[in-house]
């Protein structure tokens, strides 16, 4: 099948996954941090103080996630899909409203989960369950929505945080929020069945048969997976969470450095719909491994980069390490477990990443408070992401021999 073919087939469902991803914008890194000077100076917070509440928040939406993601084994994208936007929503609104530093950490919850967690998580688990030869393809496409977010929305909210109030603009970003609500339960008046209706529309994972979460838990594979998985939403929304700081040290103008993002996101893109073709013909977990490199690649540029020339050239290196994690690791999860347990075995994995964006903000911004310049963690986050290329590689290895034809009992 041509591609435009399977656009023009699918495109009801691409949509949809597109629309959530996108409005997945207002929880995530790259959006709330536009407004962390605002915030810090209204409040009264340090670099820390709000770092560590962005922590606490964040940590309490991946524990939630535990929960909240598991409930795509049960109902419907279209159901779960109009509360997860509606509660978005909410969250935004209140962000408009927050009158005190206690308040803004149940904010900063809600954004975080309904927003970063819940959005792309309802929309990858449905592109990986509706489709199996073409799951590469429809995850590029779906997860396209965040790169659009994180071109469009930052040049034109920044804009906007010169004229206006950063509360009039939640407000607007709660308005476009409510927007993609019909949108979506139009988009998905038709949708298919995310359990199927035959069994042979899961397909299975290694050895032949679905894991539950508890097999996936106890593979000895996944474990190693664990620092590649924290590592790049830990230490990217890190960056992204200080970039005001990152500014403020290399002498930019925040302006001009969201006006890079369009680089990421035209280079990601590119990766997206490449990564996706890989999958399809070589499969996830010969990739994944190779996702760490580009995120070393990234910290030593940022941490060595002193004009705006090189800022711009790990911005597209950034868009490789985008591009390729948000389909890669969602399709090694359908490769090596199965589809029927998906929407729990995938919750793990979004709690994974959303406690590790949890973690990132916050040690950076201790670390900026005791005096450990944010240049030299961008230098050190380089060689954690050798380690965890390497620890990927081995979880990889186990499980091709694992995949190959398979006894009764396989341990990965």
Known sequence: MGFLTFLRENA????AGFLLTFTSSYGQTFFIALFSGEIREEFGL??????GIYTLATTASAIAMIWGGALTDRFRVRQLGALVLGGLVLACLAMAAVPGV?????????LRFFGQGMSPHLAGVGM??????TRGRALSVAMLGVSAGNAILPIIFAALLLVAGWRQLWLLAALLAFAALPLLWWLLAQERDPRGTVEADHSPGIGGRHWTRAEALGSPASWLLVPAVIGPPAWGTALLFHQVHLTEIKGWALVDFVALFP????VSVATTFLSGWAIDKVGAVRLLPWLMLPWCLLFVMFG????LLAAGVAMAVF????????????AFVAEVFGTRHIGAIKAMVAALGVFGSAIGPGVAGLLIDLGIGFETQLLWLGVYFIAAGLLAAIAARRVLRASAPAPAQVDV
């Not at 990986?128 to 030869?133: L, M, Q």
């Open 263 to 266: 680089v990421m996101t035209v």
């Open 304 to 307: 060595t980069a002193h004009s």
């Open 319 to 330: 868009g490789i390490g985008q591009g390729a994690g948000a389909t890669t690791t969602i």
């Open 12 to 15: 009801r469902w691409l949509a």
């Open 128 to 133: 990986a369950r509706w489709f199996r030869a």
């Open 46 to 51: 340090s670099h820390g103080q709000w770092g």
């Open 102 to 110: 206690v308040p803004l950490v149940a904010v900063i919850l809600a």
